[in-house]
């Protein structure tokens, strides 16, 4: 074997394994990854408004945005965004409120402790504090508010394939906000906790949905 011949193969050699340990690399940070997107409906608390302000049971949208890492196979966070509208139902006064909120979460994923389930379903349970923002619109942009929050809630997963589910998630949102002073500070304002029911897509940014 000439020494082009040895070096020429050496330099193949080289190539293949730098290939191998960047997909190898890649595969280990990326496929932990995973990022979702989700719309739905709202209802907030009625003891969240000042009297006679009362929102409709029943509002939408609500937007969730998010991405997750998972840590092992069960064992996850997740940073997500979430904005929410809801205005006054017919007997109340005039009013809307943009509610919006960011929240750091502890995934728990159980797929592989219930053994009962369809392998193509998943449930994902989620909790974690945040914080809130209260924007209302009309005739009451100056009553804005900022409180704490904790978010928990559940994820049931229907998965398409490897890289790809869609999920029901519910929601409930518990406020850490003093009450309006003096009252007038909360006409068309919202502190209280909230509901949120979403459908929304997950996806994994690598070739496994999951990953340890």
Known sequence: MNTTSLK??????????????????????????????????????????VEPFLAKSVNFPTINIGVQRMFTRQ??????????????ESSSPEFKVNYTRIN??????????IHFLPPAIGIVGHVGPGFTFVKPLGNYPDNKISFFNVMTGIEFHYNVARTFSVFLDTSYIFAFAKDFIPVSDGFGSFNGDILTITVGVSISLSGCYFCE
């Open 104 to 113: 750091a979460q502890v995934i728990y994923d159980t797929t592989n402790k």
């Open 8 to 49: 020429y193969k050496h330099f193949i050699l080289g190539i293949l394994i730098s290939l191998i340990s960047f997909l190898s690399f890649s595969q280990a940070e990326i496929s932990t990854w995973k990022a979702q997107i989700a719309f739905g409906i709202n209802a907030p608390s009625e003891s969240g408004f």
């Open 75 to 88: 064992l996850g966070a997740k940073l997500d965004f979430g904005y929410n509208r809801f205005s006054q």
